[in-house]
């Protein structure tokens, strides 16, 4: 394996400080197996992991889980990322926020947090979310807003079951004062692979709320940017997910193991080196699982010949794996891959006829 000291370093660090989390929601992107409390790094590791980031050109640094309020030193690590020079934001559920610790939090450095919403009915947010925990949620972003140095954003998850609702949920966020509303579609990855039949939308109801989002971009202008991730299976073509494999972003799961996304686990023969054994720049440069899909040398045909190939880099590489169990396949997303009618089908196939919701469970943590 060659050196690829001429790749620049990444833009962005994730950093799924633990697995552990008080919700337990149904579309929750996290492997199916995950790691315990015992593997996860320590906050030394962390510290380090975040110095040698800033180091290799890293700009934001994104905590993340499960939940990442679940760790006590949640504010020493926030700390130690702004002490290394980086932006820091986290994603949080705000179960386990209080009034004093979101304070601790904002001392410590805390630039960014990004606060994940449900639904707009209570009693449907807190069955997606698996606990009872929406009435939480909006009094804890009360105390956010109140913050006046922490930037805020709203993150709305849509998926079939809710999706009908978009208006009223737009509404609530706006609510919430944020400066940022995303509406993030589910990923159909980890847990909401599970749940995919129940989850994902119709073409119609995915038509409808593309003018609901229209409208509301263009009342919100000037005081709320709003975006929108909408799912692949509707797609003519791919996302270039994470920005290109081995490009942007680097994820660090709680064990410190280094990825090229969340899902990469997925597929069969990848090998992922270990924090705890290498530093980042090593992993960055000289690891296989970030070499694996870089380049073109790895692509099939349409890609291969294919003008977008430096646009979306062949889409997702994890897609590929679930869908046609072929990691150097074109993601079926693109119209242009032989296997698009596949995910249409998929797309446009009835839901399953249960009701049955499968929940991220713990009970399915491993020590890997």
């Known amino acids: 394996m060659t050196s690829t000291q001429q790749i620049p370093g990444p833009l962005s660090l994730v950093c799924e400080v633990t697995h552990r989390c008080p919700l337990h929601c149904v579309y929750c992107s996290n492997p199916l197996v995950m790691q315990q409390a015992e593997a996860e790094l320590p906050t030394e590791a962390w510290t380090r992991v975040f110095t040698e980031a800033a180091q290799l050109g890293v700009a934001h640094l994104h905590l993340t889980g499960g939940e990442p309020l679940a760790r006590h030193d949640i504010a020493d690590l926030i700390r130690a990322g702004r002490n290394a020079g980086l932006y820091v934001n986290m994603i949080t559920s ?18 960014h947090i990004q606060l994940s919403l449900q639904d707009a009915d209570e009693v449907l947010a807190n069955r997606w979310a698996g606990a009872r925990t929406h009435a939480k949620k909006l009094e804890m972003a009360a105390l956010i807003k109140a913050q006046p140095h922490l930037a805020f954003t709203v993150n709305i998850v849509v998926h079939r079951q809710n999706l009908d609702r978009l208006e009223e949920m737009i509404a609530l966020a706006e609510s919430m004062g944020p400066e940022r509303m995303e509406i993030a579609h589910v990923q159909y990855y980890g847990w909401a692979l599970k749940n995919r039949d129940l989850l994902l939308p119709t073409r119609e109801q995915l038509e409808r709320s593309t003018k609901t989002l229209r409208e509301a971009q263009e009342r919100l ?18 996302k270039a997910c994470v920005g290109g494999w081995g490009r942007q972003l680097m994820l660090i799961d709680p064990a410190g193991r280094a990825m090229p996304c969340h899902s990469a686990s997925i597929i069969s023969g990848l090998a992922f080196d270990n924090v705890r054994d290498h530093d980042l720049a090593w992993l960055w440069h000289e690891s296989s699982a970030f070499h694996r899909f870089r380049g073109d040398d790895w692509m099939q045909e349409p890609c291969r010949s294919c003008e977008r190939k430096t646009v979306d880099f062949g889409g997702c590489r994890c897609q590929a794996m679930q869908v046609l169990d ?29 009701n049955t919701l499968h929940y991220r469970t713990i009970e399915l943590l491993s020590h890997s």
């Open 94 to 111: 705000a179960i386990g926020l209080s009034e004093p610790r979101l304070a601790a939090l904002v001392e410590a450095g805390l630039d």
């Open 221 to 238: 202008a000037g005081r709320i940017h709003l975006q929108a991730v909408v799912p692949d299976y509707y797609a003519r073509y791919p």
């Open 326 to 354: 072929d990691a150097d396949a074109t993601d079926p997303a693109c119209h242009l891959s032989p296997h698009h009618e596949q995910l249409i089908k998929i797309a446009e196939a009835a839901p399953a006829g249960t």
